[in-house]
């Protein structure tokens, strides 16, 4: 037993008591004050839902769009669907190049440029968009019937202009991809046109 | 024995801590699921619903219709050649620019039969901003030069103006095309202001600037060769 201790020991309150003068705990069982936390955690709340943009929308990280200057925000008309369709680069899709599309989350490759795997996915998907939009008589009285959506061409800056030509005319629906693209024999009231397209860009100063 | 949390409301105190989970469940969920990239821009464009490949050749011959034509080529393939040099010269370019996946770095622009620029690939990629700046600039300084001479029809609306074609070369990066259409819709918002914008309402208002639509694959061993020299000659 130490010098200086009582025959009985101390009891347990005493050594609590010493314990918290020794180390400056003396408000150790206080309460501790939730205030400033919940109010930084708030504002950190606040922050992140006003500054961040959440990343379920239909764009990919992988694609770096060109930049240019006349380009404006992109925003939905009244009443107006969007559909994006992300266009891969030779330098995501590796080498060659080859016609690699992204739309609805679904990545679709074609195996060669010869191979149109890709654009007959992206057709099929069009089709479906095409029979749930509302339409509307083209104004050019060609006969077509064009449906109230926009298509976002979102493509890779390293992207072959022929695939971006040849998604367009998978768009406008004048050629098939089933039949080796050949130009699409049909009728004004057959066809199924995707005409109101919006090309992804970007200010030079943003990333 | 547990403390009640009655005995805590009585005392005039609320206990935090669920409502402390709930906001940190919150503020994970946004960190995680947010980015801080800068929100993407557009540029619209209306395809023509009158006009471009068909199916029947059309029987009677036609006289062309009048427009001015924006050709964007490979550089250093001038006229001159027959489709089958072009081919070949194509593809030692492309053997040459292989360890970078075939891409061109530069490209030369054209209007109609002018004398055209050199456009410079790189500084259109990543983060060199002045380049990127300087670059459009030198693009749009050129096409307002060659649109606002002669071919600018004077006392008429934007959409009585020549419709404006850009012919790529299917083999170029999307950049050099989609810069070109960028300084002709500069050009077209100087002349025109409001009616350039993205909504669909105001399209049918606006110049006929369209991309040319493809060649229509013919699996010939020329086939690039033979789209070069039809570029090359266009004026």
Redesign the interface.
């Known amino acids: 037993m130490p010098p200086g201790m009582p025959a009985g020991g101390l009891d347990k309150k005493a050594i609590m008591s010493h314990k918290k003068k020794r180390f400056g705990l003396e408000h150790a069982d206080a309460e501790v004050d939730?205030v400033p936390?919940?109010d930084c955690?708030?504002l950190?709340?606040l922050f992140?839902?006003l500054?961040?943009?959440?990343?379920?929308d239909q764009?990919v990280?992988d694609i770096?769009?060109?930049?240019?200057?006349?380009?404006?925000?992109?925003?939905n008309?009244k009443e107006?669907e969007r559909i994006v369709i992300n266009?891969y680069?030779?330098?995501q899709a590796g080498?060659?190049?080859r016609n690699t599309i992204l739309i609805n989350n679904v990545k679709y490759s074609s195996l060669g440029p010869?191979s149109y795997e890709s654009y007959i996915a992206l057709r099929r998907v069009l089709d479906r968009a095409y029979d749930q939009a509302t339409k509307f008589p083209?104004?050019?009285n060609?006969g077509?019937q064009?449906p109230m959506i926009?298509l976002?061409i979102?493509?890779?800056?390293?992207?072959?202009?022929?695939?971006?030509?040849?998604v367009?005319?998978v768009?406008?629906d004048?050629?098939n991809p089933n039949d080796?693209?050949?130009?699409?024999?049909s009728t004004p009231a057959t066809m199924k046109?995707?005409?109101?397209?919006?090309?992804?860009?970007?200010?030079?100063?943003?990333? | 024995m547990a403390e009640d949390p009655s005995e805590k409301i009585n005392e005039g105190k609320i206990d935090?801590v669920p409502?402390?989970d709930c906001?940190?469940l919150?503020?994970l969920f946004?960190?995680l699921?947010?980015?801080?990239?800068?929100?993407?821009?557009?540029?619209?464009?209306?395809?023509?619903?009158?006009k471009?490949?068909?199916?029947s050749p059309p029987k009677a011959p036609v006289d062309p219709p009048k427009q001015i034509n924006i050709v964007i080529l490979p550089e250093g393939f001038v006229d001159g050649y027959e489709p089958s040099q072009y081919q070949a010269k194509l593809l030692q370019e492309r053997s040459r620019l292989?360890a970078q996946?075939?891409?061109f770095p530069t490209a030369f622009l054209r209007v109609g039969g002018s004398s055209g620029i050199v456009l410079e690939g790189s500084k259109?990629?990543?983060?060199n901003?002045a380049g990127?700046?300087s670059e459009?600039s030198r693009i749009?300084t050129y096409i307002e030069t060659e649109l606002g001479g002669e071919r600018e029809k004077p006392g008429v609306g934007r959409k009585e103006q020549d419709p404006i074609v850009i012919n790529?070369?299917?083999?170029?990066?999307?950049?050099?095309?989609?810069?070109t259409?960028?300084g002709v819709?500069?050009y077209e918002?100087k002349k025109a202001g409001a009616h350039?914008?993205?909504?669909?309402?105001e399209?049918?208002k606006q110049r006929e600037i369209n991309?040319a639509?493809?060649r229509?694959?013919n699996?010939s061993v020329k086939e690039l060769g033979e789209e070069l020299y039809e570029e090359v000659h266009l004026k």
């Open positions: 939730l936390m919940i955690i708030f950190l709340l992140f839902m500054c961040g943009r959440i990343t379920m764009r990280n770096s769009v060109p930049p240019t200057r006349t380009a404006q925000e992109v925003k008309p107006w266009v680069g030779s330098t080498t060659p190049p010869d083209d104004p050019k060609s077509l064009l926009v976002e979102r493509a890779d800056a390293d992207t072959e202009f022929r695939v971006v030509q040849e367009q005319q768009a406008c004048t050629i080796q693209m050949k130009p699409k024999v046109p995707f005409v109101f397209l919006v090309f992804t860009t970007r200010k030079p100063g943003d990333h | 935090l409502m402390i906001i940190m919150l503020l946004f960190i699921t947010t980015k801080f990239t800068a929100p993407e821009k557009g540029i619209a464009s209306v395809l023509p619903t009158d471009g490949q068909s199916a292989s996946n075939g891409i259109l990629n990543g983060k901003n990127a700046e459009i749009s790529c070369f299917s083999g170029l990066s999307w950049k050099f095309a989609l810069l259409y960028d819709r500069a918002i350039m914008g993205n909504d669909p309402k399209w049918d991309f639509p493809p229509v694959r699996y």
